[in-house]
T-cell receptor, first 115, second 115 residues
Framework: DTGVSQNPRHKITKRGQNVTFRCDPISEHNRLYWYRQTLGQGPEFLTYFQNEAQLEKSRLLSDRFSAERPKGSFSTLEIQRTEQGDSAMYLC?????????????FGPGTRLLVL | KQEVTQIPAALSVPEGENLVLNCSFTDSAIYNLQWFRQDPGKGLTSLLLIQSSQREQTSGRLNASLDKSSGRSTLYIAASQPGDSATYLCAVHPRYGGSQGNLIFGKGTKLSVKP
């Protein structure tokens, strides 16, 4: 169990550029979540996958955002035509659901700065 | 709509003190409640998970309680140490509404333990 990993850890980009983040969950975890956190706030849910199926998307996830988990393992989050308001920490979490008990384990996050 | 509130927003204590962090939530229909620790610029570390049928969980110097009917949870830290300095986040996993799996977070309590 090596934990949830995310790459890159930091990304600086210019407004209008596209960026892609990667998340590798804990092996055998069937659920994978993406959250966004801005300064002084708690994380806010963006979307989640059960295996390779994307089951829920938040209203925060505009058309410029897309997430994939093609083989039910790693996931990517792409932001097209970035805006300064996209600057935030993007957190990935994974879990293995057992009945009503689900502990989400978070990665170190990708900090995005849009200039 | 489920909302999570954490009070106080910030807390400073001398080393060795016992302390309590508070979390309240508006809808008692939850699967579980999870406490996290976040160091500056880092991801989240899961501390304790309390299922809705439980009243408390303990791990080392940490004890978390849950009163679902009143919508409250507390995190008790015994004999605080400077290494406990971090932001502590409370999150609930709602049973109804919204996503099946996403956590709803409070804004956190920033704890500073002075040597």
């Amino acid at each position: 169990d090596t934990g949830v990993s995310q790459n890159p850890r930091h990304k600086i980009t210019k407004r209008g550029q596209n960026v892609t983040f990667r998340c590798d969950p804990i092996s055998e975890h069937n659920r994978l979540y993406w959250y966004r956190q801005t300064l002084g706030q708690g994380p806010e849910f963006l979307t989640y996958f059960q295996n390779e199926a994307q089951l829920e998307k938040s209203r925060l996830l505009s058309d410029r955002f897309s997430a994939e988990r093609p083989k039910g393992s790693f996931s990517t989050l792409e932001i097209q035509r970035t805006e300064q308001g996209d600057s935030a920490m993007y957190l990935c979490a994974s879990s293995r659901v057992a009945g009503d008990k689900e502990t989400q384990y978070f990665g170190p996050g990708t900090r995005l700065l849009v200039l | 709509k489920q909302e999570v509130t954490q009070i106080p927003a910030a807390l400073s204590v001398p080393e060795g003190e016992n302390l309590v962090l508070n979390c309240s939530f508006t809808d008692s229909a939850i699967y579980n409640l999870q406490w996290f620790r976040q160091d500056p610029g880092k991801g989240l570390t899961s501390l304790l998970l309390i299922q809705s049928s439980q009243r408390e969980q303990t791990s080392g110097r940490l004890n978390a309680s849950l009163d679902k009917s009143s919508g409250r949870s507390t995190l008790y830290i015994a004999a605080s140490q400077p290494g406990d300095s971090a932001t502590y986040l409370c999150a609930v996993h709602p049973r109804y509404g919204g996503s099946q799996g996403n956590l709803i977070f409070g804004k956190g309590t920033k704890l500073s333990v002075k040597p």
